[in-house]
């Protein structure tokens, strides 16, 4: 079984994915620096009824104490959940030859390859992924000359339904936050006209030896807030840190039929002046074939996102300097995850 590189994309084609015996550079050798925990008890993630008659401080709560809740009762049709899944199959079962004729290209986050954030890990990630930016017609035609509309549709009418879900959500975070409704539409995520939205499709094979692999490193996010679907497969973790119960841990996030998981992103942290979390978060691997759908909700690309005045005022400085989500990525891209240290107020980071 052959193993490769493809243009530095740090991806490795599914054909490829089935050996028994893991490779060198698929092994990870920190992939239990901490147990993997259920998510039960104190350690149970909160799961959010959209119709809570509270659901304003039970959002404002678990943005504060977790940075990551599931969200239930949220209106999506399960139709068409199972059409976005139909469709992300079909993209990620095409030869690698004809994705690669979408692969990522230097500076542009749009298309076929591994994440990002993977390239600052000495080892391989055991999936691909596919990041839609604006629209996917370009990248669809290329994947399927004949019949592109279909993938474009199902894209389209998901990317409608997330955002009007992503934009309830948001209103609630602010209010939490303590912003009045005639103040929402003055700050930059208040105003929908301002948000915009990007696409992650992630692909998991399944492996026969999961022990020592990592779907994805673990990372934030760098938008204001994702909210992903997850075919029914986990393999999601977040980070919990020591407290007065339990060491460090990875909590493993439940796959709830019908539900979406959101977490909070590096943009609202800084937004909300380090009150709410952006957790770290990872993908471990099983023996079956994950996919899921993630999609990012951050400021467009000249809109610059500092500390709300009304949480940074008199009683709390602000801790941070702002930033546009462009300059935030690029800050990334070299800082890795030191990038939110160096827009400290108090850091004398220059941005080269
Ligand atoms: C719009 C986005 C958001 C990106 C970059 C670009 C497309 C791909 C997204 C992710 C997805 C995987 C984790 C992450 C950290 C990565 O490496 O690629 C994300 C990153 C970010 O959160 O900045
Ligand atoms: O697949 C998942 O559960 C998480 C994906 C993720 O973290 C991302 O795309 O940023
Ligand atoms: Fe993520």
Redesign the pocket.
Known sequence: MSLHTTRNLKIHQPENFEFDSIPDSHSWDDVHDHPSVEPIGPDAIPVIDLNDPKLIAKIGKACEEWGIFIISNHGIESELLNQLCSQMHRLFALPAEVKLKVAKTEGN?AGYGG????HFFPKFSWSE?F?I?GSPVDHAKKLWPDDYSSFCEIIEEYNKAINSLGCRLIHAMLLSLGVSEEELCQTPIGDSSKVKT?M?LNSYPACTNPDWVLG?PP?T???YVAILYQNGVPGLQVLRCKDDISPTRWVTVPAVPNTFVVNI?DLLHVLSNGRFHNVLHRVTISKINRLSC?C?F?PQADVKVGPLSKLAGLEQSPLYRPVTWPGL?KI?SVLHDKALQAIKIDSNYIEG
Do not use: M, T, W, Y
């Open positions: 986050d994440a990002p954030v993977s992924g990041a930016v990007a992650h994805l990372h996010d760098s938008a992103g993630a990012f951050g990525k990334r």
